[in-house]
Structures are given as structure tokens and as C-alpha cells.
């Protein structure tokens, strides 16, 4: 079986001689020049489409972000506008009471002024 | 043309220097490339690349190596990260670690194409400088001298290689023919 095995082995490793014989391609030279074309061809206008043209995803994508962020912004401006007008009146009315109490403390310190000086 | 005639004419786009390199390097570099790759148009896709790397480095390269140890050189490092990116290298190896799947009627002639699944495997299951050295060697029929200057390594450092290299292969294959031929025999 060893004397088998080793036949075998020395008819795999003698196979290299049969795997190097390679068949020569006579369109290697015009597919390299060809290729080589492609290569050294200055950019273009054309490519510079064909470069948007494969980034498209990218800028959809982009301006449905943009759109989404406008909407929810917009959204929570617009939303519940009682509840605004609500907030805004509660606001006016306490900046009234603090302006009426301030008024109070000060004409009741003028008057006590008046009393002092008379 | 001398090969420092040609490296002018190709700094300076001379379309004839460039067809001559070419057809001149053209079946060792695909020959190369297929030794490493297994795959006879990958091997040509790769060479085209090979060339084409020629084409633009030739200003860098410096003529202190012979010219086609240089395209060697370019031509190894474009099968060998065309492996790491196909991955093919691991499919081999789980191929035969899988024991190979070949048709299991070993008591016949086996055929070139098992031999030839079966030599690939073991060739790159070897570790890529023993792999490189042996191609070089057995493929392209390279003299120990030039596969150390295209590898960059001592005489001595390939001798090494080289040895060790066809002592993991006969290892390999004596491996899988041994399991092969023992199933082959249980099965009957």
C-alpha cells in the first residue's frame, strides 16, 4: 500500500509539468489595450453623471431625512395651537399680577414717603 | 530590445516598447498568476492588472532587480490579494480538509482533472513563502538565484523553503491518499 501511495504522490507532483502548459490567448494584447484605454480616459462629464446617477440612493435618502425633520419641526410648532394661545395668556395675565403687585408696593411705599415727609 | 530600452519606451508611452514587454512577459505572468490562483481567466484578468501596474510604476521602478523579477514580484502580490479578497484560499483548505471531494474510485487511473484538484489543494495548503518559493520553481522553472531576488531572500533562505516546501507536499499528499485509499478498500 506504501508503494501505492508514493506512485501516487510522484504521479500528482509530476502533474505540475501538464498544469504549467498554458494555451496562449491571442486577444490578450487587445483586451489589455482596450482595458488599458478605459484606464488612462480623462474623466468626463459623462462620468461625473454616471457618478450621481450611482449615488442616487444616497441623495433620496438624504432628502427624506430632510423632509421627516421639516415635517416633525413643523408639526410640533402647529400642533394643539389653544394650548399655545393658553400658555400665552397665562403668561400675559402673570406678567399683569406681578406688574400690579410691584405698582402696589411702590405707591404704598410713595404714600408712606408723603406721610414721613409731612 | 534590452529590458532598459523597453522601460524607456514605456516611461514614454511608446505604444511598441509596451506591446513588446507584453508579449515578451506575457505567458509568465499569467502562467504566475494561474500557479497561484488555479483559475485560468482570473489568472488573465490578473495579468491584464499585472501590466497594467507595469504601465504606471515604470517611472518608480528603479533597475536595481532584473525587470521581469520586478513583474514577477507585482504579478505575486496581485494573485496573492485577489486570494485574500475571493477568499478562495479557505475553500480550498476546507475543500481538503474535508478530504477532498473527489470521486472515490482510486484503484483506477485517476484522472488529470482529480490530479489537478487534489495538487492545487495541497499546493495551497502550503505556508504562502513555501507556496511562492515552489511555484516559482516548479511553475516557472526559476534558478534558486532569481526566486531569491524576487522574493527578496538569501540563497540559502529558498534552499530552505524549497525543501521545506516539497516535504509538506509529499506529507500532504501522502496523507490524502493514504485516508483515500484505506476508505476505498473498507468500502469494497
Same mark, same amino acid.
Given at each position: 500500500m506504501d508503494r501505492q501511495i508514493e506512485e501516487r504522490v510522484q504521479k500528482t507532483l509530476d502533474f505540475i509539468r501538464k498544469d504549467r502548459d498554458i494555451p496562449e490567448d491571442p486577444w490578450f494584447y487587445s483586451r489589455l489595450t482596450a482595458r488599458l484605454e478605459k484606464e488612462f480616459q480623462p474623466s468626463s462629464p459623462v462620468l461625473d453623471r454616471n457618478l450621481l446617477w450611482r449615488l442616487r440612493p444616497i441623495l433620496a435618502g438624504v432628502l427624506i431625512l430632510m423632509a421627516v425633520t421639516v415635517g416633525i419641526t413643523l408639526g410640533k410648532v402647529l400642533s394643539n395651537p389653544s394650548e399655545n394661545q393658553e400658555m400665552t395668556l397665562y403668561g400675559i395675565t402673570e406678567e399683569n399680577d406681578a406688574s400690579i403687585a410691584l405698582f402696589s408696593e411702590l405707591s404704598g411705599s410713595f404714600e408712606e414717603q408723603i406721610v414721613l415727609i409731612k | 530590445m534590452t529590458d532598459q530600452e523597453l522601460l524607456h519606451g514605456i516611461r514614454e508611452r511608446d505604444q511598441a516598447a509596451f506591446r513588446e514587454l507584453v508579449e515578451k512577459n506575457q505567458q509568465l505572468v499569467i502562467r504566475t498568476c494561474y500557479s497561484l490562483v488555479h483559475q485560468l481567466e482570473d489568472a488573465r484578468d490578473l495579468a491584464q492588472e499585472v501590466f497594467i501596474e507595469v504601465m504606471k510604476s515604470a517611472a518608480l521602478f528603479r533597475g536595481n532587480a532584473k525587470l521581469s523579477s520586478w513583474i514577477y514580484r507585482i504579478a505575486i502580490n496581485k494573485s496573492l490579494n485577489h486570494l485574500k479578497r475571493s477568499g478562495r484560499r479557505n475553500a480550498f483548505m476546507s475543500l481538503f480538509s474535508q478530504? $477532498? *471531494?473527489?470521486? *472515490?474510485?482510486?484503484?483506477?487511473s485517476v484522472e488529470d482533472k482529480e490530479l489537478k484538484v487534489i495538487l492545487h489543494a495541497a499546493i495551497d495548503r502550503l505556508p504562502v513563502n513555501q507556496r511562492i518559493a515552489f511555484t516559482l520553481h516548479?511553475? %516557472? %522553472? $526559476?534558478?534558486y538565484k532569481e526566486i531569491a531576488e524576487v522574493m527578496n531572500l538569501s540563497l540559502s533562505s529558498v534552499e530552505s523553503l524549497l525543501h521545506r516546501a516539497k516535504l509538506n507536499l509529499r506529507k500532504r499528499l501522502s496523507h490524502y491518499y493514504h485516508q483515500n485509499l484505506k476508505e476505498y478498500g473498507s468500502s469494497n
Open positions: - | 478530504d $477532498l *471531494k473527489v470521486e *472515490k474510485d482510486a484503484s483506477r516548479h511553475y %516557472e %522553472e $526559476l534558478p
